[in-house]
DNA sequence: GTTGAAACCGGTTGTCT
DNA sequence: AGACAACCGGTTTCAAC
């Protein structure tokens, strides 16, 4: 059930890079094929992987700009954040949508092409919400850190 | 040097789910194997992909808390940035790091086991910083959507 | 957990249209 | 640029230790 040592070792080069053969795993961590085999599949199984994608690179595909929002929602109406909700699982255009704790209810991770892009964005698919009340934008100007890389 | 439509259909297969066969993905787009086989290897070398994962499962692995947190830096001393940079760059517990519009200067993303141990991260990494004058930190109580495919 | 073998299947390459 | 065919290498499953 809980991964031990080696499976955490198999797990950090996974999610490093996916693409490593088994055979290269193998001789990493110096085992035959076969148990790192059963224990790939082992991890997948049990939901330890949750999936394999690629990461693409956002600049190359046009989409050069990244914002933070803070929204803070209209909480007389108690559909607001079923709703709230359920738009933004639909908007690609939304990264990361969370409920935080503090001042205001959610913090959305958006990308957009350019600042005219994000504004578009903003107009048409959130300041139309009946549910927000209040958006505060943050764009990012510089990115220190991206990592899917979880410490383990 | 631009991807084409059929490009862009094979970048988002991949970036939804990289262990797509290229057979799976040719037939899927009503081609045949040699032309995607092509055009991933051409995607890859031109670097619109930037590498493939494996996405792990926080939870499973304990990591059941992110915590979102703006941080200030002290900008008299000029080497503040610098160091505060490099500094987050190696914390494996901070996935995201940018230099934000705003109020403050920073959003990290960090995640930790629990309130006990993002406490300890932050006593042991965060506050002990010279460069920093201040920071605000946001738990995350509820995850409505996080992905990492781009809308293309 | 290791080794070795065998079948299978996808990736890779060359050639042709 | 796409289709077809042949080869190579990794994956998968098995047996035996």
């Known amino acids: 059930m809980n991964p031990d040592a080696t499976d955490r070792t198999i797990l950090r080069l996974l999610q ?53 929002c803070n929204v803070t929602l209209d909480k007389q109406r108690k559909e607001s954040f079923e709703e709230f909700n359920e738009t933004v699982a639909r908007l690609p255009e939304v990264l990361e949508c969370s409920v ?17 892009g994000y504004n578009t964005f903003y107009q048409q698919n959130l300041s139309v919400l009946k549910s927000v009340l209040h958006i505060s934008s943050f764009f990012v100007m510089s990115e220190v850190k991206s990592t899917t890389e979880l410490p383990i």
């Open 16 to 68: 490093s890079n996916s693409q490593l053969t088994i055979k290269e795993i193998a001789s990493r961590i110096n085992l035959s094929i076969t148990p790192v085999h059963d224990r790939i599949r082992k991890l997948e199984r049990e939901g330890f992987i949750d999936r394999y994608v690629a990461l693409l690179n956002r600049r190359k595909l046009g989409k050069s700009l990244i914002v933070f």
């Open 100 to 116: 935080v704790s503090g001042n205001f209810d959610y913090l959305l991770k958006v990308v957009a092409d350019d600042v005219e």
